[in-house]
Structures are given as C-alpha cells and as structure tokens.
C-alpha cells in the first residue's frame, strides 16, 4: 500500500517536470545555419537555399488568383507574397512565410491591443489577455483563415500525378504538411499527435497544427499587405476582418467573491458613502415564484441591479452588474463619439487610463 | 485573483467591415459524349463560362471531364459541398444554377419566421412590472 | 425602383429616395445631440427602417432576413437604407414617420446572402375537382447584414 501511493507521487511529480512550458532556444537545422563563434550574432548565416516563387508562375495559379480577389487586396500586393504568405514549408526551396508571420503578429497586436485598451480602459487584465486571444487567438484566426477559404495542400505529389492536377494550383493553398505528413493513412475519428501538437496539450484540449498553420497564414498576410502597402491600409484591413468581430466580453467574466471586489473597488474610488446593498421591490414572500430585485447603491447613487429568484441571487446580480458596468466601461469624446486611438489622424487623448485591478 | 477569465473566440460576423463570398470553389464536372452535358458543353465551347469566371473572380473554377451526367459542385467556407445536378439544362438555366448557388453561404436551408436576427442585447431591456412606482403596482 | 434603399456601389447606382418627394429630404436635420450622447458611442442605438414599407427595427450587426429576392442587387453590395422613422437610445427617441432626413445618421447594410426557404408543397383543392392540385414552393430569401449604424 506504501509502496502504491509512493508510486503514484513519483509518477505525479515525473508529470510535472517532464512538461516544459518555458521556451528552450535552439538553432534550427533546416536552416543550415554557420556562424564564426555562438557569441558572435553577426556572423550568423543560413546556407539554405530558397528562391521566391517568380510572379509569372504565381499568375498561373487559379487558387491563388481566386484568394488574391477574395480578400480584395490591392494590386499592389504581389501574388508571390500571397504565396509565400500560405508556405510554411522550411524544405522545400520557396521562400516561408516566417519573416511576414512575425511583422503580421505584430502589426495585429499593436492593433488589437490599442483597440482594447482605447475602449476599455477598466478591463481587469486577466480579460484583457483573454480578451486579446479571443480576438487573435490561433482559434479565432484558424476560423478567419478557414472563412477566407484557405484550403490545406493535403495531398501528395504521387496523388496529384495521377489526378493531373496543375502543378500550380498548390502555390495558392497552405502548405505546411511534409510529403510524409500527407501520405500517412487516417483513420477516421482517430487524430495522432504529433510533437508539435503534444506539447500544447491541457486537460483533453491541444492546439492543432492546421490551426496553428492558418493562424500563422493569417498573421503572414497581414505582414504581407504591409510590406505592400503600408500602415493605413493594413489598420484598416485588421479593423474590417479582426476588430468588427463580435466580442462577447459579458461572458469572459467569473467572479469569485463580487461584493468583496466591489467594496475594495469602492475603497479605491474614494467613494465618500459606504457601499450598501438594497431591495427595492418585490413580488412578496409568499407569492407562487417570489422574485427579488435589488441594488446595489453607494449613497444615492446606484451602482448596479439585478433580479434574482431569491435575496441572495439578486444581491450577487446586482453586484455583479455594478462591477460589469464599472468595468465595461468605454469612454467618448466631448462630440459623443468613441474615443480616438493613438493611430487616428489628429489623435487627442480624450479616454481615460484605468486605476489598476483590485486586489482581494 | 479577484477576478478569472473564461476564454472565448469572437464571433465572425461576415459583411461588417469587410465581406467574403462564402463559396470559394465551384467544380464543374461535364462528359464529353452524353447528350445531358451539350448544355455545359456548349457553355465552355462559346466561352460564356470564361465571362462568368472573370466576373466572379473570387471563385476558383474548375472543370473536370467524367462519364457520367455533368454536376456542379458548390464548395463553402464552412467545410460544406453542395453537388447539383446540371443534366439535360439550357446553358442559361446552367448559368441561373451557378449564379444563384454561388451566393448561397452553404447553411442549410432554414425558414426565419421572424424580421430581424440579432446576437446584440436589447437596447430598451425587458420590460419589468417591478420598475413601476409602488402605487401603479399591480396588486392581488 | 425600390422605396427604403440605395446601392452604394458605384458601378451600379440604384434608384434614390429623393426624387419621390421624401418629405424628410426637405426637412432640416434635426438636432439629434441628446440621443447620441445617450448611446454609448451609438453602441446602444436601434433604428427602425422601413423597406417597401415594411419596418424592420435592427441594431449594429443584425441579420434582416427579406422573404423576397430584392431586385438589382448581388451578394457583397452595400446599400444605404435612406427611409429611418425611429433613432432610439435606451433614453430616448426620436420618431418622424414621414422619415429622418438622411444626414442625421448612417444606416448602412450588406446583401450578405440569396438563398431559399426550404422547399414545401402546397395544395389547392377547386371546387367539384375531387383532387388537390400540389404546388412546388421554393421562395427566395436575401439576407442584409447592418453594417454600420451611427447619429452623425
């Protein structure tokens, strides 16, 4: 029996340490990359060869064309970037899209980001974050991707002999799997990790390649159509595809104990009046289904209210209401309008910076 | 922690800001010696389908010589085919099909008994019998 | 011509409101500061507009689903809804049945889908005929989109 529950915190504790959420560098060796000394960053180099697919060959793809007009971008935006946006193949001589990957993840975060913070000043940061995720996720951009009608280039170069396809209708699909990836045989209902996949397993959740890979083409086209076309069009293809997005942050929120945060928030507002909690009307104890309203005030001013089938339910809602107010909270500018973003033209600060989450 | 998170994506919403045809594929599938495909046939002899794919540019064409009575297959970015029959039609009927079927989001048809369908909350709320001043309550 | 919309597209114009004589057109815009500043940077703001004079109440983002094909439009169009009776805030309202003149808001939509309703049949009996005559019934249906939604 001892030796059963020693076993197990073994194993427990094996769990732990096996699982390495921190980033360990590493020098990928696709890349072929030499370098005089490790030290010396300068003298980094890669030796892999890779070309960009010419323009000629980027016209003949339909898939790609089709993509291009889809998403009505500018003329300006070259197909073979588009291209190379959708490759995120180390191996096979075109050029990745790592470098537009990074600058999109960028461009969408800034954007993002001052979108959230312009609007909602008072979000709690463990929102925020979410927030930020719900908006750029790898979820929510593998579903961009899947509504843009990126389709993955899944079969092999035996398959598309034998089906005749054109050799350049894979330059407009995303590319991502090996040769050896596609030619595995898949049994329906049954997804083997893969490495990549393992690692970012919770609980029965992981975040999958093509998920990642169409996140990582979203991101990719973005950093593309600024490299094209600069920053305005970029703000506003990110805010046409992205921010008009619905975002249900009503639902992002759990409290654990509202009326304690919201006494500590009270506290920190200054609040002159104590905050108190109210009924204000009833439909009678006795009735068949009693029905409570309640409100949450400080002094005469309502904070919040909520209706609850018992005392404690509409105390709990009307907290829980002044709380969402307070913390949903967006600011206007002195014309009614929502407040300007840093990036607007003729941009004034008129919003407000929040005071910082309360501590329980 | 005062307060959690509970993680959840944003909903599309497809035609704010920007708009994406839904069908991003259309495949066409026609047999070269059945009378039921003169009609495709004829649509890709006189060059009528070229004009319509140039029209619809964010589509991608593809047509695919079979036995067999000629099919168009609708692809839509919610991971839908939608196969129609094109035997034995006018090439304008064949048109009609194309045209009509390529602006469809590839839902499944569904009868709306109502006007308007929102995700928003309510601007006005719901009305309350509470909210009245206690004299004008009504009283059992 | 269609009385409610006007295609914004510039390659294809639509019939404007203006030339039947919208009251409103001629009206002066009326000062609307109260309402918007009552809705939240016109995030809690309706409007009721009507199309063939049918009224539809839709906030930013609403889905109208029209059971009829309307006329000269294609999927991915924007139109400008030109015939508002009713701006409303959770405060306020301001209401003019003969319509809003148009430069107090936008009130925009896109044709986001042309489909159909499910198919169902429908029977006719006539008179001494003892068999029902069945009718296919497959009707269009178009989808508008709200696309913006806002007191100038």
């Not at chain 1, 999958?208 to 973005?222: C, G």
């Not at chain 3, 009507?50 to 139109?79: A, S």
Request: hydrophobic letters at 35%.
């Amino acid at each position: 029996m001892i030796k059963g529950t020693i076993h197990q915190t073994w194993s427990r504790s094996l769990g732990v340490v096996s699982r390495r959420s921190y980033h360990v560098p590493s020098i990928n060796k696709a890349l072929k990359t030499e370098y005089d000394t490790i030290n010396d960053y300068g003298s980094y180099k890669n030796n892999v060869f890779t070309h960009r697919l010419p323009e000629s060959t980027a016209q003949q793809s339909p898939s790609l064309v089709a993509l291009h007009s889809r998403l009505n971008l500018p003329s300006k935006y070259s197909l073979s970037t588009l291209s190379q946006a959708l490759n995120l193949n180390i191996n096979d001589g075109l050029v990745n899209n790592f470098g537009l990957n990074t600058l999109g993840k960028n461009l969408l975060s800034y954007y993002v980001s001052e979108h959230l913070l312009v609007k909602y000043p008072r979000l709690p940061m463990p929102i925020h974050n979410v927030a930020v995720d719900s908006l750029m996720g790898h979820e929510t951009l593998h579903e961009i991707g899947k509504i843009w009608g990126i389709q993955v280039d899944s079969s092999t170069k035996l398959d598309k002999y034998l089906s005749q396809e054109s050799e350049f209708i894979k330059y407009g699909k995303l590319r991502f799997l090996s040769e050896q990836q596609k030619g595995e045989v898949k049994e329906s209902g049954v997804h083997e990790l893969s490495s990549q996949e393992s690692k970012t397993k919770i609980d029965s959740s992981f975040i999958s390649d093509e998920a990642q890979a169409y996140a990582s083409a979203v991101r990719s086209i973005i950093g593309g159509l600024y490299t094209h076309t600069g920053e305005e069009a970029t703000k506003k293809f990110i805010q046409d595809h992205i921010l008009s997005r619905k975002l249900p942050l009503e639902e992002m929120f759990q409290f654990n104990q509202p009326t304690r945060e919201l006494v500590r928030l009270c506290d920190k507002l200054n609040f002159a009046e104590p905050l108190e909690i109210r009924l204000i009307a009833e439909t009678g104890r006795l009735s068949a289904h009693a029905i409570y309203v309640a409100g949450a005030f400080c002094g005469t001013e309502k904070l919040g209210e909520g209706i609850g089938s018992s005392i404690a339910e509409a105390k709990t809602r009307s907290v829980v209401n002044a709380l969402m107010s307070y913390y949903l909270y967006s600011p206007l500018d002195s014309e009614g309008n929502a407040a300007k973003v840093p990036s607007d033209k003729d941009y004034k600060f008129e919003g407000i910076v929040g005071l910082g989450d309360v501590s329980i | 922690m005062p307060v959690k998170a509970i993680a959840k994506t944003s909903i599309a919403r497809n035609g704010i800001g920007a708009y994406i045809v839904p069908c991003h594929r259309i495949s066409l599938q026609y047999c070269n010696w059945g009378g039921s495909s003169t009609g495709l046939r004829e649509l890709l002899k006189t060059g009528r389908l070229d004009k319509l794919a140039s029209e619809k540019k964010g589509i991608f064409f593809d047509i695919n010589k079979k036995n067999g009575h000629p099919t168009a297959s609708f692809h839509y970015n919610n991971d839908t085919i939608k196969t129609v029959e094109i035997a034995n039609l006018k090439p304008s009927e064949i048109l009609a099909k194309i045209d009509e079927h390529s602006q469809r989001s590839g839902n499944d048809l569904f009868k709306f008994n109502h006007k308007v369908l929102s995700i928003n909350d309510s601007v006005r709320g719901i009305w309350s019998p509470l909210h009245t001043p206690k004299s004008h309550r009504h009283k059992i | 011509m269609i009385r409610g919309f006007m295609g914004l597209n510039a390659q294809r114009s639509f019939s404007s409101m203006s030339r039947l004589g919208n009251a409103a057109v001629r009206s002066a815009v009326p000062d609307l500061h109260t309402l918007k500043i009552s809705t939240n940077g016109s995030n809690h703001l309706y409007a009721i507009f009507k199309l063939h004079n049918m009224p539809y109440m839709v906030t930013k983002g609403d889905r109208v689903y029209l059971p009829f094909k309307l006329k000269n439009v294609q999927v991915g169009d924007k139109l400008k809804l030109n015939d508002v009776t009713t701006l409303g805030s959770p405060e306020f309202t301001y209401n003019d049945n003969k319509g809003i003149p148009q430069d107090a808001y936008e009130l925009t939509a896109s044709v986001v889908e042309i489909t159909r309703e499910p198919y169902y049949e429908v029977y006719r009996k006539k008179q001494r005929c003892r068999r029902l005559k069945t009718f296919p019934v497959e009707p269009f249906q178009t989808v508008l989109m709200v696309d913006e939604l806002k007191v100038n």
